[in-house]
């Protein structure tokens, strides 16, 4: 007589557990063996457009000089239009076909886009950063691509006057690739830009580029004139630092730090105050002696106002625009009283700081 073993229940419930858990971790290592082939190919994919395809496929010198099509500028609130890096003009965050995706905004917060593309194509790039000539007849952008080859990209000056769109610098001159701020000097003659941890100056026509050096294990962004043109703030940072507001003198010399803390400082038209993005994520104020001010009179103390965003200040000196993906684009009296919403849009392609808007002086 043959006897056979009845498992025991426990048992049995047991091995079933054991076996699920055993079938879920092959899942997820399944899982994740698949989500790290996609975030390689995806790095690959953006190292090689951004750094190979963005600079391996320079514009032909006709392309370097052409006439595009200006839309007249909005309604002015203050001075000149208000403009914006709009990226939320279509579903693919790519900007309109056929316009770099650059609006002025309206008092009403409607945007209305500025410029075509070069030689009429359907995509240019996205911008990521943008300034008018202190004389409001030239935009300042740089056009840079994250995901597909682009002849564009680089640093451009358009005229609205003529039409002409100059791109003075290219991807992979200079090894740069990315422009994430630029600054327009007082006499409208040359650029401060930043680029691959450090600040430049070039001649808006392109020449005479000059690097800025800074001491070593140092990250520059973020440059902007004093009216005067003799200095330039701007925001930097060293290994395992938080940044801080620091100018220097035109030339790159005379280095000195004003604030221990701090991002996207912005000179005020007369002079006397220094606008930056604070740690407490919102707008502070500090003299270019490095005492902080408070936003009204008598301006004796430091003081936080508007909103989480890179400020920009109106070429008269009375408003302060603001712009934050999160928030969108914001305007302020000068000593933080009437905070007004224009637009929720997201702004820019900034990587790495918030973006800024840009003001234009009444040519």
């Known amino acids: 007589m043959s006897i056979t073993a009845t498992p025991h229940p426990r048992r049995s419930v047991l091995k079933a557990v054991i076996e699920e858990a055993r079938n879920r971790a092959r899942r997820r290592r399944t899982r994740y063996t698949l989500v790290a082939v996609l975030v390689v190919a995806t790095a690959m994919g953006t190292y090689f457009s951004t750094h190979r395809g963005g600079g391996g496929g320079a514009p032909s010198a006709a392309r370097s000089l052409q006439r595009i099509d200006i839309v007249p500028s909005a309604k002015p609130r203050t001075n000149g239009a208000l403009t914006i890096m709009d990226l939320q003009a279509n579903a693919k965050h790519e900007g309109p076909p056929g316009w770099y995706s650059i609006s002025t905004v309206d008092k009403l917060g409607r945007l209305h886009k500025l410029a075509r593309c070069s030689v009429h194509v ?5 911008v990521e950063s943008i300034d ?16 597909m080859r682009n002849p564009f990209n680089g640093v451009h000056v358009l005229n609205l006057q003529t039409g002409r769109d100059v791109q003075i610098l290219k991807a992979g001159q200079h090894g740069e690739y990315d422009w994430p701020s630029l600054d327009w000097s007082p006499d409208g003659k040359r650029l401060a830009y930043a680029a691959n941890g450090g600040i430049a100056v070039i001649n808006a026509d392109g020449s005479s580029r000059e690097l800025l050096r800074s001491p070593k294990d140092r990250f520059d962004r973020a440059p902007s ?32 730090q004003l604030v221990r803390s701090g991002a996207a400082p912005a000179w005020s038209p007369d002079g006397s105050r220094i606008a930056f993005h604070a740690p407490r994520a919102q707008i502070e104020f500090v003299s270019p002696n490095g005492k902080l001010l408070s936003p009204r009179p008598p301006f004796r103390a430091g ?8 400020p920009v200040w109106s070429p008269d000196g009375k408003n302060i625009a603001m712009s934050s993906r999160r928030y969108g684009t914001y305007v302020m009296n000068a000593d933080g009283t009437e905070l007004e919403r224009l637009t929720p849009h997201a702004v820019g392609v900034s990587i790495g700081q918030p973006p800024r808007p840009a003001w234009r002086p009444v040519p």
């Open 122 to 126: 359907r995509w240019c790039g996205e």
């Open 132 to 147: 008018w000539s202190p004389d409001g007849r030239s935009l300042a952008f740089a056009v840079i691509s994250i995901s």
């Open 225 to 256: 004139w004093s009216p005067d043109g003799a200095w330039i703030a701007f925001a930097s940072s060293g290994p395992q630092e938080y940044p801080g507001i620091w100018a220097m003198r035109a030339d790159g010399s005379e280095r000195r």
């Open 303 to 310: 003081a936080s106002v508007g909103i989480d965003g890179s």
